[in-house]
């Protein structure tokens, strides 16, 4: 196993930026870089020098080193705080490789900690997610993710998979006796609870993709009701701290805001930006494309002014639409009286509380139990349907009496669906594409 070392802060200039070392050698070229006769004492920072060949000093770094398997990867590591500009930092590094560490590729330290048990995927992906939550949560789902909510539903579902073939192995190895109708009810009840939970965990998908790519949201309304007001007054109270997540593909996203608890992003807001209503702009074909996959809709309409049609917005009769009711700081047009929506003010910030709650409540419950919750990813979500298919043929087999073998090749393929999302299964491909979305040095 070779020694790698990236630098695994970003690249730019900062106050301090880190550099990781992991593999056998990983002490050792610490070291030698170091020029240290001894070496550094585990899990402790210690100031060190680190030299060029020559003897130069070529930065003062902290450094710490763990000691295998208690670390990151489960490998010797060595962790280099050092100056953080661009030039110090690379040539810190180069001198690791000159004492003994290869390049590592993206995604390699973590894929270390997969292969060394110290993560599973569902773990190794909660990281990417950590790092690119956009909203509590978002980071508050990763977090549970991280410490293995998902894992633990699918092993307990492997679990259950397992005892059934254990059980069914029996009948195959003694192929006279035909299976009994206690054994079948028995197993039929297993799947069905396995099926049960597999089930419940797949539709956590929609929550996830809003999580982690936020709700695609919509400002609508006729041209002086406000939209632009109410959106800088959302930017002004809370501008969200984004970072595009790799291997997503998305439109043009102007603006993103966090508002109860959820990462907004603003979907073809340039019609807001100028006068005018953005439906009868030229951007017609954008705007409705914008409508049709928005997660989100948010009417404005203006409260003075006597009561009028809701937008049309048939074409996406699947995203929430909340009537937002702006000007409330001013008289209401009588005619608005019954009308129901959220009345706020744009200019004086009065009924924003009321639209946080609007949407937490919208969000919040499609994520389930705020507490618990953990939700699958799009690959996650193509496993478990996987999985559901092998187990619904597997139940079917049990019903119409089919050869426990050919049982056995259904519930094989449903666990291997379910070992694909922990990662307990030898697939090469794979893992190459789940630790390619790395970035370096993480
Ligand atoms: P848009 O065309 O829908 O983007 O509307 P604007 O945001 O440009 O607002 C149109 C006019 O309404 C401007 O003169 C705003 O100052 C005013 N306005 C917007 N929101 C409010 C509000 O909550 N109260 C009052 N009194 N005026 C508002």
Do not use: W
């Not at 590591?77 to 030039?87: K, Q, S, Y």
């Not at 701290?241 to 805001?257: A, H, L, W, Y």
């Not at 209503?277 to 003075?304: H, K, M, N, P, Y």
């Not at 946080?356 to 919750?373: K, P, Y």
């Amino acid at each position: 196993m070779s020694t790698i070392a990236a630098i695994a802060t970003p690249p730019g200039v900062g106050a301090l930026s880190v550099i990781r070392i992991s593999g056998p050698k990983a002490h050792a070229v610490l070291q030698a870089a170091t020029a240290r006769k001894t070496p550094l004492p585990p899990r402790m920072a210690t100031l060190v020098h680190v030299r060029a060949a020559n003897g130069d000093v070529l930065d003062e770094c902290m450094a710490t080193c763990f000691a295998s398997p208690a670390s990151f990867t489960g490998e010797d590591v060595a962790e280099l705080t050092c100056h953080g500009g661009m030039l110090v930092t690379q040539r810190v590094l180069e001198r690791l490789f000159a004492c003994g560490a290869s390049p590592a590729e993206p995604g390699e330290f973590s894929r270390r900690a997969f292969e060394n048990g110290k993560l599973d995927l569902t773990a190794a992906e909660a990281i990417m997610d950590i790092i690119h939550a956009g909203s509590d949560l978002a980071l508050h789902a990763a977090q549970s993710q991280l410490a293995g909510a998902i894992s633990r539903t699918v092993q307990a579902a492997i679990d259950t998979l397992l005892n059934v073939a254990a059980h069914l192995e029996a009948y195959i190895d003694f192929p006279e006796e035909d299976i009994s109708p206690q054994s079948t009810e028995a197993m039929q009840s297993s799947l069905s609870e396995v099926e049960a939970e597999l089930t419940r965990l797949a539709a956590t998908a929609d929550a996830g993709r809003l999580l982690r790519e936020g709700v695609r949201t919509v400002i609508l309304g006729a041209p002086n009701v406000g939209k632009s007001s109410l959106l800088n007054r959302l930017l002004g109270f809370e501008r969200a701290i984004v970072s595009p997540i790799p291997g997503t593909t998305r439109d043009t996203v102007e603006e993103s805001i966090t508002l109860g608890g959820m990462l907004l992003r603003l979907i073809d807001t340039a019609g807001l930006r100028s006068s005018g209503d953005a439906i009868e702009q030229e951007g017609v074909e954008r705007t409705r494309q914008a409508l049709r996959s928005a997660d989100l809709l948010l009417e404005v309409q203006d409260a003075t002014t006597p009561l009028a049609e809701l937008h049309e917005s048939a074409e996406n009769a699947n995203a929430p639409h909340l009537v937002l009711l702006n000007k409330c700081d001013l008289p209401e047009h009588p005619s608005r009286r019954h009308q129901s929506g959220i009345r706020l003010s744009a200019l004086t910030g009065e009924g924003l509380p009321e639209l946080h709650q609007a949407i937490a409540d919208l969000f919040a419950t499609q994520s389930g139990e705020r507490d618990t919750v953990a939700a699958v990813n799009a690959r996650h979500l193509h496993a478990l349907r996987d999985a559901l298919s092998s187990l619904h043929a597997a139940a079917a087999g049990l019903e119409n009496r089919a050869l426990p073998e050919l049982i056995a090749v259904d519930l094989r393929s449903a666990l291997d669906s379910l070992g694909a999302i922990t990662g307990k299964i030898d697939t090469d491909d794979l893992l190459t594409r789940i630790f390619s979305t790395f970035c370096l040095g993480k």
